[in-house]
């Protein structure tokens, strides 16, 4: 993601060797980090088969098209119910004891469970909604759930530097109801500006930000659903950065507009006296 802002920036930019720099140094550094992840498969592994645990199991069309896609069905598992609980296990290591099914998961899961999410475009989009605000009035949803633009998840202690109505208003843990309807009055105004005075330059990042946030957080709830909200806390953070900027700008630009009409009035009250 920080890679194509600067790539972005960097074609924008009328520095273009600084900016050009910057986002290749970070294109290596990515497709570096792509590479090592890709090269260890114990996590990629763990997540697919969490994935199936805890949204596949459960229901019996799901599980029957995994089937049907060659996934052995492990001993003890009935599709339509829950995955046996143990305590000294996740969900899916308790699959994965199956070694048919380990095996499988290894060879063929990831690209199976990719396939699942393109044959089934519905469930891809709609599935992660209820997880990303959390309680809000808009939703009328009570259970903060992942909520993951507005996490719960606890890492350690923090101090607060803003008073705590400030903090509650950016970044309130489970309602993101804040960022929602700060960004939609900031997506109307912007584009009643773009309409009426044209697009503005420094809106690429922020806009560029944001589209990648939400590409992400789809990716994250597929991925990795055991860490949904651990990674997740970036991206809420980036957000509302992001809409933050957007806000500035615009407010810039509605204080320039303020200065030029205040000035064509004074202009027009008293004109300036004809040479002879």
Known sequence: GL???????????????????????LVVLGAWGQHTYSANRVLSDFNVAENIADRIIPSESKTAWFVDHGMPLPPGITPGQSVPADPLRAPADVLRIDPAFAHWVHADGMKVYVHFLLAHPWYTFRAP???????????????????????????????????????????????????????????VYLVMQWRRRGYDSRWTVPIAVLVIDAALLWIIWHGAPGEAARHSVAIAVTARVAVMMLAAFLLDRWLVDRRQDTGACASERHPAPSVP
């Open 3 to 25: 890679a194509i802002t600067a790539v972005i920036a960097a074609i924008r930019a009328t520095n273009h060797r600084a900016w050009g720099g910057l986002a290749i140094a």
């Open 129 to 187: 909604l209820d997880d990303f605000v959390g309680t809000s009035p808009l939703t009328g949803n009570n259970d903060p759930g992942i909520a993951m633009l507005a996490p719960t998840a606890n890492y350690g202690e923090t101090r607060d530097l803003l008073p705590a109505p400030i903090e509650d208003a950016l970044l309130s843990p489970g309602n993101a109801g804040s960022l929602i309807i700060g960004g939609i009055v900031v997506a």
